[in-house]
């Protein structure tokens, strides 16, 4: 059975999710693993002779929470879309009354974690870039991305990756809303009443007049 056209909509929608989440969570795992597995969100870095060094990283939990959450919600819109597919080719399925429900529940869920990391992306990598600058050694956190950092081979594209993940996760926001407002839009759709015509409705007179013509005898 073919999907209709709202839910191909919003596959399509859920495959633009899966890639967002996908970046942002690779992203930051990268970062992370650029400093040996300590999280550079709102932490302060520090000099060590010439190099730069992360003197008080954030609790790696910090990093997992958002990269877990990234993860785990394009793994859903990834699983999503399977199982419309199968159902779509294989069986006769549609989405109910029941499940259009929880569907809703879920998008307010995601957009509302998604809007919690992409704040703590934004505002922990301004955090660490304004403990860069505050050295005096560089005029903005991109250079310092050229600057050794201690041990060597920390801190590689650290700025790059962390700006990836946060862009990544706005886009996904905005993405998760546009799902948000065509469930919406197909539970208002679903949930308004059928109606039978009446005598005194227009539609009425013009399926009568269009049978009996408009001058059709009273009884």
């Known amino acids: 059975m073919a999907l209709p056209w709202p839910q191909r909509v919003e596959l399509a929608l859920f495959v633009a999710c899966f890639l967002c989440g996908a ?24 000099l060590n002779g010439s190099s730069l060094a992360l003197s008080r990283p954030s609790a790696p939990s910090l990093c997992y929470f958002v990269a877990g959450v990234s993860g785990l919600l394009a793994l859903y819109c990834l699983l999503l879309l399977l199982f419309w597919v199968y159902s779509s080719c294989i069986e006769d399925s549609h989405r109910g009354p029941i499940g259009l429900r929880i569907a809703l529940a879920i998008s307010a869920i995601a957009i509302f974690l998604v809007l ?53 996760s706005w ?46 005898p009273h009884s």
């Open 116 to 168: 919690v990391t992409a704040c703590i992306l934004r505002f922990g990598t301004r955090s660490l870039c304004n403990s860069i600058i505050s050295l005096n050694i560089t005029s903005s956190c991109p250079e310092a991305q050229k600057i050794s950092w201690t041990p060597p081979g920390t801190a590689v594209q650290f700025y790059s990756n962390l700006h990836n993940a946060e862009i990544s």
């Open 23 to 46: 970046v942002a969570a690779a992203a930051l795992t990268r970062t992370q693993g650029s400093f040996s597995g300590r999280c550079p969100l709102y932490g302060v870095a520090a």
């Open 171 to 216: 886009v996904n926001l905005v993405l998760w809303c546009v799902v948000l407002v065509g469930q919406v839009m197909q539970w208002k759709l679903e949930a308004t009443p059928y109606r039978p015509l009446e005598k005194g409705d227009p539609e009425w007179s013009s399926e009568t007049d269009a049978l009996f013509g408009p001058h059709r």
